[in-house]
């Protein structure tokens, strides 16, 4: 069988349910022409006792789904070998938009002109001058996030990092073994999320925020609740265009009282209300136990200006979503 529509059709139909396994799964079964454009909305997991399998599978000369497939992951231990043999045949991977790496990966990395999406999870370089060269041929990349990367050579003095790129999206956490200075100030993203720290906030990050500037339209943290002052962090008038601020597990709860508590409240409450720019304050936790979204611990929320639509979120076995918004003068 035969498709009749024309290949920016079938695409865009395609592209339009990617998100859904099993349409995108019987979108490959219509016709052959179908197929590739079907592949690119599939991600394919690869853990270590599978791998040798995989890689041979991907070396068959009559292997079809290598150049189509659209999402790969790789989840292994940050110094075992088992995917450097599959690694080196990323080369072969022309149509790979998404990729996630849990793994060591080796000196011999092709690079991957049409990647859109990168997730390094505990990932290892041997040397820091491959992962700057790494970055540095990723010309589409849009969407960027890390959670702790090792370099087993790491950056020398005055090293530089990849080129300055704009992106979409960008995730980063300081909890342990962060991302490095130089390789962060690199990126400029859109989109920002950062994951703190309980310790204090490293300094550099209020550097990092300023010199976004108006590039910065939304910013999310996350264990903001253990921060006593955010002041040091946030200047909003720095980033005029900011307009979504989004604190996750914003709030520490007392279970005994049914309370909530925020040290870094009141300043947060301060920086925004002195920022002419912010439309959207979410604050969100998670909890256990069912807490009531009224009385003296929401109090201070009503005070904001009534151009920052304030939203919060509580998730947990007792909610499905509940939210609480202050009421309109």
């Known amino acids: 069988m035969s498709s009749v529509l024309p290949p920016e059709l079938i695409a865009a139909i395609l592209d339009h349910i990617q998100d859904s396994r099993s349409d995108c799964l019987g979108g490959s079964l219509v016709c052959r022409s179908w197929l590739p454009f079907a592949r690119r909305g599939c991600r394919?997991?690869?853990?270590p006792h599978k791998s040798s399998q995989f890689t041979e599978f991907c070396k068959s000369p009559n292997n079809t789904l290598v150049p189509t497939v659209g999402a790969l992951s790789l989840y292994g231990y940050r110094h075992a070998l088992e995917y450097e043999p599959l690694i080196r045949l990323f080369g072969n991977f022309t149509s790979l938009r998404s990729l996630t790496l849990r793994c060591r990966i080796p000196s011999e990395l092709p690079h991957l002109p049409t990647l859109y999406e990168l997730i390094l999870d505990y990932a290892t370089f041997p040397s820091y001058s491959l992962f700057v060269d790494f970055m540095s041929h990723l010309p589409v990349l849009q969407t960027f996030a890390t959670n702790?990367?090792?370099?087993?050579?790491?950056?020398?003095?005055?090293?530089?990092?990849?080129?300055t790129r704009s992106i979409e999206l960008c995730s980063l956490q300081f909890v342990e073994y962060?991302?490095?200075?130089?390789?962060?100030?690199?990126l400029r993203p859109r989109n920002l999320t950062l994951s703190l720290p309980r310790s204090p906030i490293p300094?550099?990050?209020?550097?990092?925020l300023l010199q976004l500037g108006p590039d910065l339209q939304s910013l999310e943290i996350l264990y903001f609740h253990s921060q006593p002052d955010f002041t040091p962090l946030l200047n909003l008038h720095a980033n005029p265009n900011l307009h979504h601020l989004k604190l996750c597990h914003a709030f520490r709860i007392d279970y005994h009282s049914g309370t909530v508590a925020c040290p870094a409240l009141p300043s947060l409450l301060h920086l925004v209300s002195q920022s002419p720019y912010l439309r959207v304050l979410t604050l969100?936790?998670?909890?256990?136990?069912?807490?009531?979204l009224s009385g003296p611990s929401w109090t201070p929320l009503v005070l904001l200006p009534q151009r920052v639509r304030t939203q919060v979120s509580l998730h947990g076995p007792m909610y499905a979503t509940a939210h609480r918004q202050p009421p309109e003068d």
Do not use: C, M, N
């Open 44 to 47: 394919i997991t690869v853990f």
């Open 148 to 163: 702790q990367v090792f370099y087993e050579t790491g950056p020398a003095d005055g090293q530089a990092s990849f080129p």
């Open 178 to 186: 962060p991302l490095d200075e130089r390789s962060i100030f690199a």
């Open 203 to 208: 300094a550099f990050l209020s550097q990092y």
């Open 284 to 292: 969100e936790t998670h909890t256990t136990h069912k807490i009531p």
